[in-house]
């Protein structure tokens, strides 16, 4: 950037330019002593954890899960925050980046809720551009995404990518041309806790390039830990460091980091990988088979785990779903989705109810 400042240093809340966050015991330097004094913790062991491995407060950012992280994502370890879920990550961008009661967010709805909600408990504004359905598939608008941005001084822009719930995908070069146009005004925000369900899994090499893209990633969704709350904000460091001052003393869990690790190792990530390959497998023949079941009106081609699908009679199709002991997401609440469910992919055998069950509502409807 040849001596202007980045993004990020010109985007922070400027109430916010000399925060250096809490320090607690366990930041700053490396001390040495075998009688850790410093953190009021408990001497002796709970009987609850017989190992002692909770008696301690966790690291705050744990190397080597960093490490390992960083290494599935494709970036270096300076280059990711280790969050509990992408719920705190996206709660921290807008604590980090929006004045309370001042700032804005745009989102392409209907869209996850989470963008929405951080931003109302923040006293942000909720810019909408809505997605177009178009041709039976969903399309976000970028380049009114950045107009809108721009119109309004927003802070943020979320695209989610895969599109939760509408399965959406977006081209990697759209988003480099999103982040070019606001280089220096806004951070685009690239949600891709579906990534590993996509043709393409974006965007994290547009990182170097572009000094306000920042990219949220989870291991809720392909690697089976939602449970755990582990979720990566991928960055430049030195934004990295500004959400890192804003987070908790303590945000990751010692059990969750464990588990982690453990999700982490070759023969998990083998796993996780074979089951993304099987659900994008399922997705492709359940959206046949509900294609061709009378009731449904319609079903969006997918990029991630789930399916958005139109009905004739929603509430029936819930019912007998239901009935049958299947719960899906009912998504009538949400403007523009009056007849719509979202079903979230399955085992073959749970897959095979959903569609043994819509065949037969056919009738009833
Ligand atoms: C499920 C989901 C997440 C994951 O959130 P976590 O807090 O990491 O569990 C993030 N973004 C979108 C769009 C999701 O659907």
Redesign the pocket.
Known sequence: MNGMSSTAATLLREDLRDFAGYKSARSGVALSGDAWLNANESPSVSPADAAGALRRYPDPQPQALRNALASLYGVDAAQLLATR???EGIDLLLRAFCAPGQGAIVIAPPV?GMYAVCARLHGARVVDVPAQDVDGSWRSDLAAMADAALREGANLVFV?NPG?PTGEAVAEGEIERLAQRLRGKALVVV?A?YAEFADTDAAAALLAGNDNLVI?R?L??AHAL?GA?I?SVLASPELIGMLQRCQAPYPLAQPAVAAALAALAPAALAHARAAATQARAERERLRAGLLGAAGVRRVYPSQGNFLLARFIDAQAAFDALLDAGVVVRDMRATAGLGDALRISIGTPAQNDRVLAVLADARQAA
Request: glycine share 14%.
């Open positions: 879920g992408s719920d996850f989610c939760n949600d806790a949220l989870t809720s969704k939602a709350r979720g």
